[in-house]
């Protein structure tokens, strides 16, 4: 039973042919993965904290980047971090927002 692994990969994966050229293809997703796992971090979560503090969070997330990445092959781990960022971009415009008319109406 022959399976067709380019069918099954995300669209990230596809997208970084994955299946192709493995190396380049991995790494391209983990740093986007990253990449975006920190954007979220920063957008919905992120305190002001020491610099040890933020040193020890990002390594976890460099750690937990490493283990979506391969789940990212054939689950949509990037995509899903793209609809939380934008859902969260939206929330601080808004939040921006709310405030400012809040703001000039004292």
Known sequence: MEENV???LS??????RVDENPDLGMWLLYFTILALSILVYKLGFALKLPILKSA???LFLILGGTVLSFLG?????AEGLI???LILIIYR???RRHKQEEGSAN
Do not use: G
């Open 6 to 8: 380019p069918e099954r």
């Open 11 to 16: 669209f990230f994966a596809s997208l970084y």
């Open 56 to 58: 020890v969070i990002y």
């Open 73 to 77: 092959i054939f689950l949509p781990v």
């Open 83 to 85: 609809v939380a960022a």
């Open 93 to 95: 415009i808004r939040l």
